[in-house]
């Protein structure tokens, strides 16, 4: 089936450093990726829509230039969190559509970031 | 706006026994609703959807939701509950026009042996 990669799945970073995340879709393009963000004991709060080519689409109350999304190709976005603080410290997702009718979303392992 | 609810936080089962796991929807037009589970520091796996067709749905590790139109309803259910599925349940639908998934809070589901 669909298989969508993360990388990595953890990183401890210091307070003021940038870091970014990757996401790849193994088997299969994909013209659009979502990233999440989960917190503690929370649902996933949707932050932005990658799209191939283009600029991503950030989510109301999102900082555009603080979680930094590039969707180079068809098979890869990455997220940078930019000037990380410990706040920023959370589980972040990402997940990608097949583009088959209906398909379901594939997600990848997730990232856990702690910013110190 | 399409959203889901799941009222119950955590749900206790006794392994063997039956379990479901409540979801309600509220869309405009026809629902696409999911159920994923997550393990703890692991992403979403997908377990079954209804799009449209049989109101009962089977999906994977032998769960099944029902699809019930007239109480805005898709409830995750499992004949016999295992241990090994405790974990953390989210219902979904998707928005048509944008594929995005809004999730419900999640239900963490706990298997006592």
């Known amino acids: 089936g669909a298989v969508v990669s993360q990388h990595p799945s953890r990183v401890i970073c210091k307070s003021g450093t940038s870091v970014k995340i990757e996401c790849r879709s193994l088997?299969?393009?994909?013209?659009?990726m979502f990233w999440y963000r989960q917190f503690p004991k929370q649902s996933l709060m949707l932050m932005a829509t990658s799209n191939e080519g283009s600029k991503a689409t950030y989510e109301q109350g999102v900082e555009k230039d603080k979680f930094l999304i590039n969707h180079a190709s068809l098979t890869l976005s990455t997220l940078t969190v930019t000037s990380a603080h410990p706040e920023d410290s959370s589980f972040y997702i990402c997940?990608?559509?097949?583009?088959?009718?209906?398909?379901?979303?594939?997600f990848g392992n997730g990232t856990r970031l702690t910013v110190t | 706006a399409q959203s889901v609810a799941q009222p119950e936080d955590q749900v206790n089962v006794a392994e063997g026994n039956p379990l479901t796991v409540k979801c309600t929807y509220s869309v405009s037009g026809n629902p696409y609703l999911f159920w994923y589970v997550q393990y703890p520091n692991r992403g979403l796996q997908f377990l079954l959807k209804y799009i449209t067709g049989d109101n009962l749905v089977k999906g994977s590790y032998g769960f099944e939701a029902e699809f019930n139109k007239s109480q805005t309803s898709f409830h995750l259910k499992k004949p016999s509950a295992l241990v090994s599925d405790s974990a953390l349940y989210f219902c979904?639908?998707?928005?048509?026009?944008?594929?995005?998934?809004?999730f419900g809070t999640g239900t963490r589901l706990q298997v006592f042996p």
């Open positions: 979904a639908v998707r928005d048509h026009n944008t594929d995005k998934l809004i």
């Open positions: 088997d299969f393009q994909a013209t659009t």
């Open positions: 997940s990608a559509p097949t583009g088959m009718y209906n398909s379901p979303l594939h």
